[in-house]
């Protein structure tokens, strides 16, 4: 089993709909990292959480350390926002990541 | 927010060639930086963590005398792949954290091609 898991696999949407990305883990971690890949390549961190919940924008995070599971929200989504999502959890210096998300958002 | 930058962003270069890449921090001081690779459809992959003044660690089956690490200083890390091969290519990116932070800036990638 691996210890970042991430689901679903796939997702379309159409646009507007509300999606959610799911991320559990089973190591003990310092922080939790969502990322966005886009099909160039570029990797953008979204958010960084090690408690709670932030938002920025559409994106809403949040992150249960005692179920040790994490959510990525989008609202109102939009075909610039199809990408890969991948969920990474970091204790000091090592960092695993999911296998991502490939998120398609149809116009 | 922080930046890092990589250059370059694609490159193609001959069998037996060697290639470098950079990876800079341009408005944090990065203490540490990490290299990772990715093969198509599939996730980042730790190769080495280099802290500035000191040698890389590199991780289970990543060839140190192949992908050469370099961190001279707080603001620029840099990978040479040298001798590559076509089994090389691949995207390779760059992360940057400050000291006593968890939080990684990542780059935006380099994309190898050996032809």
């Known amino acids: 089993k691996n210890e970042v898991e991430q689901s679903p696999q796939n997702l379309t949407a159409q646009e507007g709909e509300f999606i959610t990305i799911n991320c559990s883990y089973s190591?003990?971690?310092?922080?939790l990292h969502w990322l966005q890949q886009h099909p160039g390549g570029g990797i953008v961190s979204l958010f960084m959480?090690?408690?709670g919940k932030k938002k920025h924008g559409r994106l809403i995070a949040t992150i249960n350390i005692q179920e040790k599971h994490s959510s990525l929200h989008i609202t109102a989504s939009h075909p610039r926002d199809s990408a890969v999502y991948i969920c990474?959890?970091?204790?000091?210096?090592?960092?695993?990541f999911g296998a991502g998300t490939r998120l398609t958002v149809k116009p | 927010g922080a930046v890092v930058s990589q250059h370059p962003s694609r490159v193609i270069c001959k069998s037996g060639t060697s290639v470098k890449i950079e990876c800079r921090s341009l408005d944090f001081q990065a203490t540490t930086m990490f290299w990772y690779r990715q093969f198509p459809k599939q996730s980042l992959m730790l190769m080495a963590t280099?802290?500035?003044?000191?040698?890389?660690?590199?991780e289970q089956g990543v060839e140190k005398d192949k992908f050469l690490i370099n961190h001279a200083s707080l603001t620029l890390s840099t990978l040479t792949v040298t001798s590559a091969h076509p089994e090389d290519s691949s995207f390779y990116i760059c992360s940057a954290k400050r000291e006593f932070s968890h939080e990684q800036y990542f780059g935006p990638g380099t994309r190898l091609t050996v032809t």
């Open positions: 190591v003990g971690i310092s922080a």
């Open positions: 959480l090690s408690s």
């Open positions: 280099s802290n500035e003044g000191s040698k890389a660690t590199y």
């Open positions: 990474a959890v970091g204790q000091d210096n090592d960092m695993r």
